[in-house]
């Protein structure tokens, strides 16, 4: 009790962004719900977490994402460390291009800092699936960050109770994952279209 009163719930780590900090910050034993409007940066801004805290605090994240292949991620997580493009910029575009150099000099913290949990058999993964991912990953590499992105890729199964109720046991399970291993676990939900 006097822990909890003097020092609050958990060691706070700031993301780098300092309006943001104002706001949120990470802690081990989280989850994080990351949602908003379609196409407005939701994966983008949990990338730029996620490079600030291995900069900052020498973190891995182990990112679970079923819409990029590593290897896209990967250019997109170096355009953010290095504010360059990956490709050839379009004409007037602000900024030049990553140089070959500067792939290969990032490589190496590429690979310390950022593991991914593929999903390599066709089929959209299950919460058991990615759960058993996680475990792994933080046994093998040590992660303190999980990023799950999104979550309409993960099979809900034939027979389950409501989508709220189940939608509710997966936030449950994670939760008590990023609890049980100490973890914060980033769960982007992409909402499919606008309501009107």
């Not at 990032?106 to 058993?132: C, M, N, W, Y």
Request: net charge neutral; glycine share 6%; aromatic share 10%.
């Amino acid at each position: 009790l006097d822990k909890l009163y003097e020092e609050g719930f958990a060691s706070k780590v700031s993301t780098g962004l300092p309006d943001v900090d104002q706001l949120f910050s990470v802690s081990p034993g989280l989850l994080t719900v990351v949602t908003g409007i379609p196409g407005n940066g939701k994966s983008t801004f949990v990338d730029q977490i996620m490079v600030n805290l291995a900069r900052e605090h020498d973190y891995v994240s182990a990112i679970c994402s079923f819409e990029n292949p590593p290897a896209v991620h990967i250019g997109k997580l170096m355009q953010m460390i290095y504010q360059k493009h990956f490709f050839p910029p379009a004409p007037g575009a602000i900024g030049g291009r990553i140089t070959p150099e500067e792939k290969e000099a990032v490589k190496p913290f590429i690979h310390r800092h950022f593991k991914f949990l593929q999903q390599d058999d066709g089929k959209k993964a299950t919460v058991a699936s990615i759960l058993e991912r996680i475990k792994t990953a933080v046994f093998r590499w040590g992660v303190q960050i999980v990023v799950v992105d999104p979550y309409n890729y993960i099979a809900r199964p034939p027979k389950a109770e409501s989508e709220t109720q189940w939608i509710d046991d997966l936030l449950t399970e994670l939760r008590l994952v990023a609890s049980l291993y100490g973890i914060h676990i980033f769960f982007v939900a992409h909402p499919t279209k606008m309501q009107m």
